[in-house]
């Protein structure tokens, strides 16, 4: 996958105004919806274990982009209650697909773009902005005249939210069994050195995590993922918590 800063470095470039005018131009005329395959992928972004991709259509060169896609969690639930104590979702998490494009300062011609900035993406009713300065993203309902701003981590692996069923799946279930067999071993190791008063306090912990990834991911009453979405936050709650059973050690 490309990093973002080779990415990004595409927007650094010193530029003729005239080449750049007539290259946004053409990209205009020309551009087709950017598909969301990883080979598009400029960045994911975990927040809480929901990720969102951002795909770039564009040749590499432009300065500029109008031809980007975030795809994500349905932002106008799930982008609002991210950061609050909220009661477990019944409707199952989905994906929307939010058209995306790059946003710079202009020139003193008013016109040219210079600075970048960030990322914009909008549809019908949910506005935002990436800000990869301070690593955040702004968020605005335009029907509940609502914003919320979210902090998100660069996310390493590829982990798609459209098209590749089989291989979330995958790694959903290679998650789930790597969760247990963890916790299965971490409780033989507390009870060997804490004991089982400890081991009992590790199984109450167990189940209240199980509770709050429901409310963070989505799932059914059984606490199982029910779509693409909530497996890839399963995963990504899964990694952390496997990060948390060693300190029931020292």
Same mark, same amino acid.
């Given at each position: 996958?490309?990093?973002?800063?080779s990415?990004? @470095?595409?927007?650094?470039?010193? #530029?003729?105004?005239? $080449?750049?005018?007539?290259?946004?131009? /053409?990209?205009?005329? @020309?551009?087709?919806?950017?598909?969301?395959?990883?080979?598009?992928?400029?960045m994911?972004?975990?927040?809480q274990?929901?990720?969102?991709?951002? !795909? !770039?259509?564009?040749e590499?060169? !432009?300065?500029?982009?109008?031809?980007?896609?975030?795809?994500?969690?349905?932002?106008?639930? =799930?982008?609002? /209650?991210?950061?609050?104590?909220? *009661?477990?979702?019944?409707?199952?998490?989905?994906v929307?697909?939010?058209?995306?494009?790059?946003?710079?300062? +202009?020139c003193k011609?008013?016109?040219?773009?210079?600075?970048?900035?960030?990322?914009?993406?909008?549809?019908?009713?949910? @506005?935002?902005?990436?800000?990869?300065?301070?690593? /955040?993203?702004?968020?605005?309902?335009?029907?509940?005249?609502?914003?919320?701003?979210?902090? #998100?981590?660069?996310?390493?692996? !590829?982990?798609?939210?459209?098209?590749?069923?089989?291989?979330?799946?995958?790694k959903?279930? *290679?998650?789930?069994?790597?969760l247990?067999?963890?916790?299965?071993? $971490?409780?033989?190791?507390?009870? *060997?050195?804490?004991?089982?008063?400890?081991?009992?306090?590790?199984?109450?912990?167990?189940?209240? =995590? +199980?509770?709050?990834?429901t409310?963070?991911?989505?799932?059914d009453?059984?606490?199982?993922?029910?779509t693409?979405?909530?497996?890839v936050? #399963?995963?990504g709650?899964?990694?952390?918590?496997?990060?948390?059973?060693?300190?029931? $050690?020292?």
């Open positions: 996958m490309p990093t973002l800063v990415n990004l @470095s595409r927007f650094a470039r010193p #530029f003729n105004p005239f $080449i750049v005018a007539l290259a946004l131009f /053409t990209a205009a005329a @020309s551009s087709s919806a950017v598909a969301p395959i990883k080979s598009n992928l400029i994911g972004m975990d927040i274990g929901q990720r969102l991709n951002l !795909y !770039y259509g564009c590499e060169g !432009y300065v500029s982009c109008d031809d980007m896609a975030l795809v994500a969690t349905d932002l106008a639930g =799930w982008g609002f /209650t991210a950061d609050k104590d909220k *009661q477990s979702p019944v409707t199952p998490f989905t929307k697909i939010y058209p995306a494009k790059t946003k710079h300062s +202009l011609d008013g016109v040219t773009p210079c600075g970048f900035q960030g990322y914009v993406f909008s549809d019908n009713r949910i @506005s935002g902005f990436i800000d990869l300065g301070d690593n /955040t993203v702004s968020l605005s309902d335009a029907k509940l005249k609502r914003m919320s701003e979210l902090n #998100f981590q660069e996310s390493t692996d !590829y982990l798609p939210l459209t098209g590749n069923a089989g291989l979330i799946d995958r959903y279930a *290679q998650s789930d069994k790597l247990n067999d963890t916790y299965n071993a $971490i409780k033989s190791e507390v009870a *060997q050195w804490h004991g089982y008063d400890t081991v009992a306090e590790l199984k109450t912990d167990q189940t209240q =995590w +199980l509770i709050r990834r409310k963070n991911c989505g799932a009453s059984h606490h199982r993922p029910r693409q979405a909530e497996k936050c #399963f995963i709650q899964n990694e952390a918590r496997m990060a948390e059973y060693f300190l029931w $050690i020292d």
